[in-house]
């Protein structure tokens, strides 16, 4: 699934009984949380379509593309998009957004994939794979639908912040550990259990290349100038000289 909001009303809990990630119900509010949030709206995705470059005219698999925003983004910049998500209520606002001549499905990314080999030119997976536990079958899919010398644009939770972030609630995680984190999300009245899968910058790189990419870029991207008239408060800590601060880390891969 797709993006993370800027600061949702949410705690670190233990795993329970509670099902986990359901999208479904908080669709409408983490949709309207999304549109205009310091770290989707003004952080990750002009990030995302910074790295993404010119896209006319190429086939680009969104893949947990939520409701919607950057496959919108990447349509009218001239791509061919298909969207997938696990979330049908997720799906449900993005046909709302997009029309119901869109390309959407749901698919579980850890599952396989319903398309041919090298049938797109890029995928595009936004804050998606640090939901899954193991990224090798999900990685393998995604390259098998990747043509050769496609890309897979990633980013994910900056593993540093991450750490940092349970080291200042009194926890005492393991960097270099691949560890499940949950939290407690509501948004829109509504309420949801999220679980993450937290791992070292060593396993993501580890995993990328054992699927059959080549790493070109890494980036640790500014977020966009006008954030810090629209979102004073949380940009207080911030020098006034500096545009970046820990939250997602991105990668640019090449599929050989």
Known sequence: MARMSTMPEKHVEAASSSRFNDYDRIAEGYTAENETSLLNAY???????ELAGDVTGRRILDAGCGSGPLFSALRDRGAIVTGVDASAGMLEMARRRLGADADLRVVDLASPLPFPDDAFDDVI???VLHYLEDWGPTLAELRRVLRPGGRLLVSVEHPF?????QHMAGEKPTYFETRNRTEEWTMGGQTAQMSFWDRPLHAMTEAFTAAGFRISVISEPPFVPEARELFPEELREIELTRTRFLSFLFFVLEAN
Do not use: K, N, V
């Open 43 to 49: 952080y990750e995705r002009p990030a995302m379509l």
């Open 125 to 127: 997976a936004s804050l």
């Open 161 to 165: 912040m991450s750490t940092l972030m």
